[in-house]
């Protein structure tokens, strides 16, 4: 909520002093002559009555600012746990500087210039201020009916476009999201740096379906939203992440029939997160989808260019389906990695990774495909592990431009099979590999 907008016009005037003294005027009436509850109606009559000169219409109360661990650092600028005179005048005082040409006004008013301007003004009624008004309540949890300038300046704001509403956090705006709404994050605009969400998501059965959640602008830019070090929990009909540099991060579906989609997505490795992975994926239903699209990963530590480290790393059930394609795959120690599942791994540029694609477990009767990729400059092109016997499925690696890897390397598999030696498009023989 706007905190201290009381009249909601996205500006802390003097309307909103005298609308925080019409509060307190009445909520300080003797308990047998004060409205119980204390409705926005109540106070805007007794606002009409004391400044008529200063018409606004009142949208939300002194008493409508939520905690923040308990604590009311919005309204209660004394911190005393009450909302008294001592805070109309507190805020008072900050409109007072805050009115200031701009030649005079300190920038920022701090909570020391505040507390001079108190001092001076209401000796009689000492108080030390411990908070200053805020024009929006940083909050992780947004007002159950979010208005349209919910959050609007908050740094790292949430966007629903669908429904033009404002939210403190992701999991803020997806709880009170409709299905199919599109959440956009907020995005650096300066095209130097990145607004981070280190911020845990839960889309399970009781959120809205078909959500999309869209950084705006990292696949242009390479600058934007990123979410970094956060565990992705998707129980819903499907969700999609666009646009953003995902770090470190835990996906996990646990809906059957649901499909989750990285698209146009930038994935990088974190040292700091503690993790040797880019992205880690868990399909743990059966019949669920990921599908990773027209993205980037790049796995070299940013501090080391030279470094390769963890890429995509994916788990999933035998009757899952992953879908890897039209992405460009680099500096990855293991750039991919699928594990007990079917997959579609297709017109993908992997280059300078030590392994691109990790095939482990494959379930009986499933049929992988890679086709039509490009590897270069990669010392093992593909790694199957664990081929069951009698998989009664073949594994397609046709029409793949292997690049510069060794014959002998560009392949390997349980039987350690020799590959085709062209460096161009091949029709590899894809039936060698059935066990």
Known sequence: MACNDFN?????????VYIYYAWYSVNSLPPFLRPNPITVAVVQAKYDTLFPNKPTTISSLPTDAPLRNGVN????????????????????????????????????ITVADVQAKYDTL???????????????????????????????NHPDFVFNQTQGTYHCSI?????????????????DTTGTTYITYEQNILLDASKPKNLTIDGQNIYQSGYG????????SVDSNAATLINLELSGCNITCTSTLSTTTIERCYMVYSQDIGTNYSVNVNLTNPDSTFIMTRSTLDSR???????????????????SIVIISDNEIHNSQEAITITNGDCL????????????????????????SIRQNKFASTPTAVKITS?????????????????SATPTGRIDTPKNLPADTSPYYTGYNKSTLQA
């Open 8 to 16: 909601n016009d996205g500006s802390l005037s003097i309307e909103d």
């Open 73 to 108: 650092y919005y309204t209660d600028y004394n911190n005393d746990g009450n909302l008294s005179i001592e805070d109309v005048y507190t805020f008072y005082a900050w409109q007072s500087v805050n009115s200031l040409p701009p030649f005079l006004r300190p920038n920022p």
């Open 122 to 152: 209401f000796p009689s009624k000492p108080t030390t201020i411990v908070y200053i008004p805020e024009l929006v309540c940083i909050t992780p949890t947004p007002t159950p009916t979010p208005t349209p300038t919910h959050c609007y």
């Open 171 to 187: 999991q803020g705006a997806i709880d009170v999201a409709d299905d199919g709404d599109h959440l956009k994050l907020s995005a």
């Open 225 to 232: 939203s990123m979410i970094k070090g956060s565990n992705i």
């Open 301 to 319: 530590l940013k501090t080391d260019p030279l470094s390769t480290s963890g890429g995509v790393n994916i788990d999933t059930t035998s009757e």
């Open 345 to 368: 791994i297709d017109n993908n540029d992997f280059f300078n990774n030590n392994l691109d694609i990790h095939l482990k477990d494959i379930p009986k009767g499933v049929m992988p």
């Open 387 to 403: 081929l069951p016997t009698l998989a009664h499925g073949l594994v397609d690696m046709s029409y793949n431009y292997w690049g």
